[in-house]
């Protein structure tokens, strides 16, 4: 996604957390694939939920599992260019 | 220094606790114990996806029991981890849940004997790869691993009555004693240590851990009524002495007993007391956790274990212990 590329780094530390705690609360958590899974929890060990690669994947996951709590958290937060991305 | 363990319940989806038990080694935690249920995900499934997931931290079952699997499984189990974590592996093992064990119709039989019978055997396996016993319980004809187990495994044993401490100072790496108050944290301490001089070895080569529910939350009120059900579960499930001993009256312990038996949960924390939080329980701000913690290394415990239900969130509660209590013993 082209759009993460351009979110600056405190923005994805703010949003980290929010997007964890989305995974962690959902009670849809079982449809996140395990690939996925298995890449966040490699990005969480190596400390690189922020990067692009890790950032993306973790909004990916919380789009999966919660469409609407993360587009609200993405439009909150000005991104509404992420949010079309990941409609597509 | 006393060291920091945290345990999870893999009731949750694998990636979830494997989550958690990330945020714990950035946290500062030493180890990670996963509990062994059969309703429960595997406990060594669990252990391989932390075992792949971490750099640090030291982790094993805590505890499973020699009734549902046996010895030989074991050993092999926590050998083929220690393949992927070498020296990070650590075995916890004890007589086991009655509940749930009777739930498959399996019965604790001479747990002392099972133990102590079970560790040699797993000992055996674990630094030899072999193992020859004719024991009570179990029989071992001819096992020989195709593999060479690699790094130390520790064994630690779940331990709560006088004659299982006995055993576990007398033969275990480490003690996993599953309680929260001084008065039985203290009262466990005289066992271990005649065992420890019965069998000619010092306290310090033991690693004594308080296996504690534990709650915190900035917040007081937050944190008991987090741990008020699993308070609940072991009120309902304590022997008559340890209620006596905390002046808890066993009409009150029947009457949660009865109520988490007829499924109806909200009567039952409903009568869950402060002093059954107090005794069964490390529950509050970080203040009084820090307060209640020192208790307990005092009287010379040498592994302080967070167990459920951690916190009301476990990720804020993670953070929090990170801030405000490891800091605290650590540096």
């Given at each position: ?14 949003l ?11 009670g ?5 694939p ?6 966040i ?48 | ?14 990636w979830?606790?494997?989550?958690y ?7 500062g935690?030493d ?5 062994d249920?059969f309703?429960?995900r ?17 982790m ?36 086991g ?53 690699k ?5 630690y ?13 007398k ?14 944290i ?17 306290l ?17 009120k ?19 002495p ?7 009256s066993?009409?009150d312990?029947?009457?949660?007993k ?9 009567e ?25 913690i ?19 969130n ?8 990170s ?9």
């Open positions: 996604m082209e759009a993460v590329k351009k979110i600056n780094m405190e923005k994805r530390k703010n980290m957390t929010s997007l964890i705690d989305i995974l962690l609360r959902s849809s958590a079982a449809k996140l395990s690939a996925t899974a298995n890449l929890l490699h990005y969480w060990q190596h400390d690189k939920l922020t990067s692009d690669e890790g950032f993306q994947k973790l909004l990916e996951a919380a789009y999966t599992i919660e469409p609407e709590q993360t587009i609200e958290l993405l439009n909150n937060a000005g991104l509404s260019e992420v949010v079309e991305e990941l409609k597509k | 220094m006393v060291k920091f363990g945290i345990e999870f319940v893999p009731m949750d989806l694998y979830r606790t494997t989550f038990t990330i945020q714990a080694e950035k946290a935690f180890y990670v114990w996963i509990t249920h309703n429960n595997n406990v060594y499934v669990t252990l391989t996806c932390i075992a792949l997931h971490t750099n640090r931290i030291k094993g079952p805590g505890v499973t029991n020699p009734y549902l699997v046996n010895p030989v499984m074991t050993a092999q189990s926590v050998a083929s981890i220690s393949e992927i974590a070498p020296n990070r592996v650590t075995l916890g093992i004890g007589a849940d009655k509940t749930t064990l009777s739930l498959l119709g399996v019965e604790i039989k001479s747990p002392l004997t099972a133990i102590r019978e079970s560790v040699e055997i797993i000992r055996s396996l674990i630094t030899t790869g072999k193992a020859k016993y004719s024991g009570k319980i179990f029989s071992v004809q001819k096992a020989k691993f195709n593999f060479k187990p790094g130390k495994i520790p064994v044993i779940g331990a709560q009555g006088p004659k299982m401490l006995e055993l576990a100072a033969i275990g790496d480490g003690i996993l004693i599953n309680a929260s108050h001084p008065k039985d203290g009262d466990a301490f005289q066992y271990i240590k005649s065992g420890a001089e019965k069998a000619n070895r010092k310090e080569e033991i690693d004594v851990a308080a296996y504690t529910s534990f709650s915190i939350h900035e917040k007081e937050k944190a008991i009524k987090a741990a008020t059900p699993v308070v609940a579960f072991i009120v309902s499930g304590s022997p008559e340890v209620l006596e001993k905390h002046e808890i066993i009409e312990a029947m009457a949660i009865k109520a988490l038996e007829a499924g109806n949960w909200g039952a924390f409903s009568k869950v007391t402060p002093e059954m939080i107090d005794a069964f329980s490390i529950s509050g701000t970080p203040e009084t956790c820090i307060e209640r020192n208790e307990l290394i005092k009287l010379g415990v040498s592994q302080f274990v967070v167990g459920s239900p951690i916190g009301p476990v990720r804020e509660a993670i953070d929090l212990i801030k405000e209590i490891i800091p605290h013993f650590k540096e």
